[in-house]
């Protein structure tokens, strides 16, 4: 039945009056007869009972005006949620590391731009910890986080491994070296990420794996505050080796050293919620990020 049939057979069932019926949906009552007798001949039974010119709404009647003003419902929430949408580009809430938004996202963004202008994002950065519990708590759709975490209402898919380096001073004892182990900087202060950032977790394991807890000079949020505490010879951090991607220099007054223990990287991926269904909109762009690393490791 197409939807213009659903509304005059809903108001014929509610009016049980032919004539008024017609004129609500500016008919002719002969033409709201054929309709309703085409109607009854297709589901192969009467709808009402007639006493002389009165209709009365008889129980097979009934079961197809509850569907029909259900199926009248549907139809129009459909229309309004495609309105919205045509009026609304879609968002994606999308969460990371503070390192992240140098370079990472606004690759990300931006090529998705390119194939959907229209799209919003609303961008967050913070600790990992704080942008998995507004995944948790839905605030958000998709964060980029590193390590990956141990809640069981995050689900994760990687994007890349970045290697894990030792940024020292320049003129460093260390600073002439290829590589370096970790334990070779066990008495050295240390600039760590703050609590609760993945990084500051993974110097952590790294060093425990090394023999030795690592003694804290200062802590801080960003990484290029870190490497810039470095330069100034207030101690050594392990940073991850982004290169170019980074948008700064690995030289100048650090001296980054590649670590040469087992284990020595970051996995970067996508946490979203646990059993959440994502909207179209999140789901694109979730895969399209996982196309985009998946040729950046392609490419070597």
Known sequence: ?????????????????????????????????RALDRLERRLGTRLFDRHGKRLALNQRGRVLYTHARRAVAEV???????????????????????SFGMWLVPKLVSGYREEHPSVNFELTQDAAD???????DEELDLGIVAPRPNDPKLAWQPLLRQ????????????????????????????????????????????????????????????????RGLVASGLGVALIPFEGEEAGGPQGGNVVVLPLEDAGAEREVGLVFKSGMALSALVQDFKQFALQWAFEQRARG
Do not use: Y
């Open 1 to 33: 039945m197409l939807n213009e049939d659903l509304d005059w057979f809903i108001t014929l069932a509610e009016t049980e009056h032919m004539t008024e019926a017609a004129r609500l949906h500016s008919m002719s009552q002969p033409a709201l007869s």
């Open 76 to 98: 129009e929430a459909a229309i309004r949620e495609i309105g919205d949408m045509v009026a609304a580009p879609g968002v994606v809430r999308l969460g990371f590391l503070h």
């Open 130 to 136: 704080k942008v998995c519990r507004r995944i948790i």
């Open 163 to 226: 290697k894990l380096c030792l940024a020292v001073p320049a003129g460093h004892r260390l600073s002439r070296q290829d590589s370096v182990r970790l334990a070779e900087a066990c008495d050295e202060p240390f600039i760590l990420m703050s609590q609760g950032h993945g990084m500051r977790r993974l110097v952590e394991e790294l060093a425990a794996a090394a023999g030795f807890q690592p003694k804290v000079a200062f802590e801080s949020t960003e990484l290029w505050t870190i």
